[in-house]
């Protein structure tokens, strides 16, 4: 019973949840209170269930076939499993099972550790690795030390952007990214924030192993400790420089097309100037009588000044031509575009320089038809656009695909506009390579496509905020997440659904990120739900602003951690509560290390050994051990079954007393690796000493019974066979005196005497045998004068068996042999050796009984014809808890007792007994008394 309700009072008090079940049935037998906290069902709900009922569907089978393999080997065991608590929600859990007797039931009785949290940090800690492995920006994690951050960790990614290898950055500081160039603007920003301890953005200029350099990206943000205290930077870098070169070459096109306008628009303006100039000059300085007279003179010489004039103009046109026609040349050679112009034949009549590169041509392609240069398809396209242009007399643009010498394709942007010249209609063509701002298009479409799918998809909720705090833009999970429909989240704003009191510091929070006090926070508050309810979140957010540094909208990340904060609420109060009991209960819990140091345990401790905690921690385990190999054998069986349970270990107290305990206890394993040991341990000294005492009292009665039916044994068969005996020749003398004759009369009597006087004998035997097993017997031994005559008297004893069996007794020794010792146990020692002998030798066989002086004792021995004794079966002869007996040659009945009580005679003088025998042969008994007797 004490072991019962030890049994019981550790399983209620245990912090951990534990449960019994009925290995045929499944059937919850009994849990304590852990379990009905982490399951959140009573204990009464619990005894009306199945395991089943804790079982995930999806999960059942697995988790039976584990239950059911487990039931068959009865081995214990320790699996992971997830459970589903009466909510619904999922928990994964640790068990550990152990078979058990439970009110005359075959059970298992399982321990539970949720592991939940840890699963799921482990579950986060994998994904962001994976993520921080394969992302393909660079990321760089540094340490904190007095002398600056220390690079601990780089991904492959930064080391193809830098060239460096892994080996080559680990224990150097970030400065080896940075070259000559620390006057860098970005750097000076970045020390700023890493004082103050905030995040921070920044463009850098890097450089590569081999010194090249290259524009990155960097977003760097601190990590604190739960003191606060910052332990680490993680730095995330994004090769820019390719996007920087497609914008500064669109910057260069978009430039250079500005002075080619400027250019044609200048020679326009030009002529338009003079002639402007030329009509003013005749309208203010000519009257009409003088327009008349000048247009007379003019018409006479008309003739004259036309060749005059002509003569002039040819000479200025060909200077101005030549003049022109060079600056044409080396500007439209200097073009970027690839420029062309070919005739209403589809001629080619020039083209720069830039376009025989770009194509791999050379000038003399010029005057060739587009089908002999181009091939009859691309001619063919190209005479249509030309005509069309030429019919229209308007420009035309369209894009072209041409492919580069390797065989990539480079996209063109061509404008076609009509001319004529001295030779009839022209077309003239420029071409502006835009691959480089095609992609970069693309890349930002793409952008902001994939922004918009992880806007609208992602599994957190995702807003646009005015700097007024209205809702601008919501996504689907947010919406969710407070029950609102999107037209009813952009009629309100973030003041509306903040909890009243996180109103004043979220109020703060945003008014700083708009007037750019701070770049970017993340901070936990409580919105409102829809139904009232309060919503736990954590809120990262930025704002974006225009060219102009206007604030434009908050972007912000919005996470439900509600059911986290409960957790983290129920983790407290847990702690609480289980510190409450680690302190107060009286059973010892403690945990050790690897190394055997214990690390902690509880402050009940004192109260049984007389050391205080703080001088059990720090100190190797064993030191508190009575015997070590108490240590090495629960080491053993650690190693073995990874848990003990009611393990029996013997310590010391402080003032080196003896002190039994029960020991539960376990390996404590953190990600397969084993870090120590814990357990509970209960004084159970007094319930040891008790066990001790009833044992010790258990082996008295079985003794003091085993005794008492060995005498029923004799008196029931021994004793009444021959008191039955002459009782019936007693009524055979009766019955027939009258017609007996004195002869007969008197043979009756004498086998009477002989048959109660054996029962008298075996009386006294029984009685002195009774007395030697309380130690009552007396023990008185004298000189033996006549030894010849007790034995005489012993044979004369068994005479009346040995006669019925035609058995003969023939004894032998020599001489007077001098002995001394207690006639009555020596006689009781020959005659029930004789006795023996008689009962196991076969009608007509024979016994022989020999005295000799041997090695300072006189040695007797009882030698026999008979069935012999098995080997097996000697060593049992003289085991008193043996008790080994059979039946006669003619079925007579032994008890077990003569032999033990010869043994205990011989033993009181100080002697022997032994046997020697071989089965269908016979045995001989040898027993030894030692002369010296009478001195000790």
Not at 141 to 155: C, K, L, Q
Not at 185 to 205: F, M, S, V, W, Y
Not at 875 to 889: H, I, M, P, Q, V
Request: charged share 25%.
């Amino acid at each position: 019973m004490k072991r019962k309700a030890s049994y019981y009072n550790l399983f209620e008090k245990s912090p951990l949840p534990m449960w019994v079940y009925d290995v045929n049935t499944y059937c919850f037998l009994d849990v304590n209170i852990a379990a009905t906290v982490l399951y959140g069902f009573s204990k009464a709900e619990f005894l009306t269930m199945t395991i089943a009922a804790i079982i995930p569907t999806e999960d059942a089978d697995m988790a039976k076939n584990i239950v059911r393999e487990n039931a068959k080997t009865g081995e214990p065991y320790k699996n992971t499993f997830r459970h589903v608590k009466k909510n619904g929600e999922l928990i994964a859990v640790e068990v550990e099972s152990n078979e058990i007797e439970f009110d005359d039931k075959q059970a298992r009785v399982v321990l539970v550790h949720d592991i939940t949290k840890r699963v799921e940090e482990e579950h986060w800690s994998k994904l962001l690795e994976s993520v921080v492995i394969n992302t393909t920006d660079g990321v760089v994690i540094t340490n904190t030390v007095e002398s600056g951050p220390v690079i601990i960790y780089v991904n492959d990614a930064l080391l193809n952007m830098s060239g460096f290898s892994r080996e080559e950055l680990i224990g150097k500081v970030p400065d080896v990214f940075h070259g000559y160039n620390h006057a860098q603007q970005g750097l000076r920003k970045i020390d700023t924030a890493i004082k103050n301890g905030l995040p921070c953005n920044a463009e850098l200029i890097n450089y590569t192993k081999s010194g090249k350099p290259y524009d990155v990206s960097i977003n760097i943000c601190p990590v604190a400790d739960h003191t606060g205290a910052i332990t680490h930077w993680i730095s995330i870098q994004r090769d820019i420089t390719e996007n920087r070169n497609y914008i500064k070459e669109i910057e260069d096109q978009n430039k250079k097309l500005v002075d080619i306008a400027w250019m044609h628009s200048h020679k326009v303006r030009g002529p338009l100037t003079q002639i402007m100039s030329l009509i003013e000059l005749l309208k203010d300085n000519v009257s009409i009588e003088d327009q008349d007279i000048l247009h007379e003179y003019l018409s006479k010489s008309a003739l004259e000044l036309d060749h005059v004039i002509s003569d002039i103009t040819k000479k200025a046109e060909h200077g101005a031509f030549t003049m022109n026609e060079k600056r044409f040349y080396a500007f439209m050679d200097e073009l970027p575009g690839l420029c062309w112009i070919a005739d209403d034949d589809n001629f080619l009549r020039y083209a720069n320089k830039c376009f025989f590169e770009t194509l791999h041509l050379t000038p003399e392609i010029i005057g060739k038809p587009l089908e002999e240069i181009f091939g009859e398809e691309i001619a063919r396209s190209a005479r249509l656009d030309n005509k069309d242009v030429l019919r229209s007399g308007e420009n035309k643009e369209f894009h072209q695909t041409v492919r580069d010498g390797n065989g990539h394709p480079q996209y063109y942007k061509t404008y076609k506009f009509p001319f004529k010249d001295g030779e009839g209609g022209m077309v003239g063509a420029v071409a502006f390579n835009v691959t480089k701002r095609i992609k970069l298009e693309e890349e930002l479409y793409q952008s902001e496509a994939q922004f918009k799918q992880a806007f609208e998809h992602s599994l957190v909720g995702m807003a646009l905020i005015s700097p007024q705090g209205k809702w601008e833009r919501v996504n689907k999970s947010l919406c969710q997440m407070l029950g609102y429909t999107e037209n009813e989240m952009k009629s309100l704003s973030i003041q509306d659904l903040t909890h009243p009191e996180d109103l004043k510091g979220s109020q703060t929070i945003l008014e700083d990120l708009a007037l750019g006090k701070i770049e970017e926070v993340k901070y936990e508050k409580r919105y409102l739900h829809k139904d009232g309810s309060a919503i736990w979140v954590v809120i990262a957010a930025t704002m974006l602003y225009d060219s102009a540094g206007k604030a434009l909208h908050y972007v912000s990340q919005i996470e439900d951690i509600t059911k986290r904060k409960e957790i983290e609420n129920d983790l407290v109060l847990s702690e609480k509560k289980y510190r409450t009991i680690f302190e107060n209960v009286q059973d010892v819990f403690y945990q050790t290390n690897q190394e055997g140091i214990v690390t902690e345990i509880s402050p009940s401790i004192a109260h049984h050994s007389g050391y205080l905690r703080t001088e059990i921690i720090g100190k190797p385990v064993g030191d508190f051990y009575y015997y070590p190999q108490d240590r090495e054998r629960i080491i053993e069986q650690l190693r073995i079954n990874g848990a003990v349970i009611d393990f029996e270990v013997r310590l010391k107290t402080k003032d080196e007393e003896l002190r039994y305990a029960s020991v539960n206890a376990k390996l404590n394993v953190e990600n397969g690796v084993i870090i120590g040991t814990e357990g509970s341990m209960r004084d159970v000294t007094r319930r040891k000493f008790q066990e001790n005492a009833l044992q010790a009292l258990n082996t008295e009665l079985t003794a003091s019974n085993e005794q008492k039916n060995k005498l029923f044994s004799i008196i029931g068969h021994d004793l009444r066979n021959p008191i039955s005996g002459s009782l019936q020749l007693l009524d055979l003398t009766l019955n027939d005196f009258e017609s007996s004759s004195a002869d007969e009369v008197h043979l009756y009597l004498s086998m009477m005497k002989t048959e109660l006087s054996n029962a008298n004998i075996l009386l006294e035997d029984l009685l002195t045998w009774a007395k030697s097993q309380f130690d009552a017997v007396s023990f008185n031994p004298v000189e033996i004068k006549d030894l010849a005559g007790l034995i005489d008297k012993c044979i004369q004893t068994v005479s009346p068996m040995a006669i019925k069996k035609n058995i003969n007794i023939a004894p032998c020794f020599k001489g007077d042999i001098l002995l001394h010792a207690d006639i009555g146990m020596l006689e009781t020692i020959i005659r029930n050796l004789l006795s023996n002998a008689v009962k196991f030798t076969a009608a007509g066989g024979s016994i022989k009984l020999k005295v000799v002086e041997h090695n300072n004792a006189v040695l007797f021995s009882v030698k026999d014809n008979g069935l012999g004794i098995p080997k097996y079966k000697l060593n049992e002869l003289f085991d008193k808890n043996s008790n080994y007996t059979t039946f006669g040659t003619l079925g007579e009945k032994g008890t077990g007792l003569g032999l033990s009580l010869c043994n205990d005679f011989v033993l009181k003088h100080g002697g022997v007994l032994w046997a020697e025998s071989e089965e269908g042969i016979g045995t001989t008994f040898y027993f030894t008394i030692p002369e010296l007797l009478k001195d000790s």
